[in-house]
């Protein structure tokens, strides 16, 4: 499976046996997790059915998504102990800055129903503040989310979609190296190169957007390696990107998606499989930020 894998720890997940991927600050996140998000991407339902009947321990969502109270109440039908989940949320550009940062992530708390998060993330690098730079409210940001993490309100910190540049003036500006980068990944958008450079900063992976929003599902040549394994375009995607060391987060409002998309632990694609589906990547980027939407 490679030597980035070597390393993962077992949960205890009898219904998966899903591998955990170790931070650079000795916790170990889930690789699969599921993800939640803003215009009908959420369902109690779905959630509550990812927990108990297929293993999940790794929920990501967002202030953005508007789900994190409706997220506390499945959480808690659940019948998990806290401990034995692993809650990540996002800041949203409207709360950067050192005070407001602080503030918010009290507020994501409160609407999660957690003392704690496990992670959490600045969501986008860049934020338009008059008379600062995004470089500036980046620092002042992430100085707040280190002393959410020293005080342990945040077990670990981290950034989402944040490139090189970003990371580098982040290197220069602050003293905690973010410890997750949270970044696009899928067989059209593979950014190895920001791979690479995270892996030489000990800066964990992880992919969102796995099944490239449904369009990898119907890629002819996804399909065929799908019949040869005798598995679901989904389950090639999301083993792929699990196997190339990504911590991988595919969301679904469907239980039955779900279900199929947390199966990919008992089977590996083939080398030269790999080799094919990273050459698919043609730096097709889904997802973007309509900056209209950044003050809501």
Known sequence: MGA????????????????????????????????????GGYSHDAVVYA?????????????????????QKAIQESGFKREDLWIT?????????????????????KRLGVEYLDLYLVHWPDAHFPGKSSRDIRAETWRAM?????????RSIGVSNFLIDHLEQLKE?????????????????????????????????????????????????????????????????????IQNGIVTIPKSTKPERIQENCQVFDFSLEKEDMEYLDSMNINKKLIHLTYPLWKG
């Not at 280190?146 to 945040?154: A, T, V």
């Not at 799908?226 to 389950?235: E, F, L």
């Open 4 to 39: 980035f894998l070597v390393g993962w720890r077992r949960l205890s997940m009898a219904a998966l046996g899903a591998p955990t991927v170790p931070l650079s600050n000795g916790l170990n996140i889930p690789a699969l997790g599921l993800g939640t998000s803003h215009y």
């Open 146 to 154: 280190e002393e959410l993490y020293e005080k342990g309100l945040c």
């Open 173 to 241: 500006d602050c003293q905690i190296t973010p410890h997750v980068n949270q970044v696009e990944y899928h067989p059209f958008q593979r950014p190895q190169e920001l791979v690479n450079y995270c892996r030489r900063r000990n800066i964990v992976f992880e992919g969102y957007c796995p099944l490239a929003k449904g369009e990898a599902l119907s890629h002819p040549n996804i399909i065929q390696l799908a019949k040869k394994y005798a598995r679901t375009p989904a389950q090639i995607c999301i083993r792929w990107s």
């Open 89 to 109: 949320t996002k800041l949203w550009l409207s709360d950067y800055g050192y005070e407001t940062t602080k503030q918010a992530c009290l507020e994501s708390c």
């Open 51 to 71: 927990l108990q009947k297929c293993g999940i321990r790794h929920i990501d969502t967002a202030k953005r998504y508007g789900c994190e109270s409706l997220l």
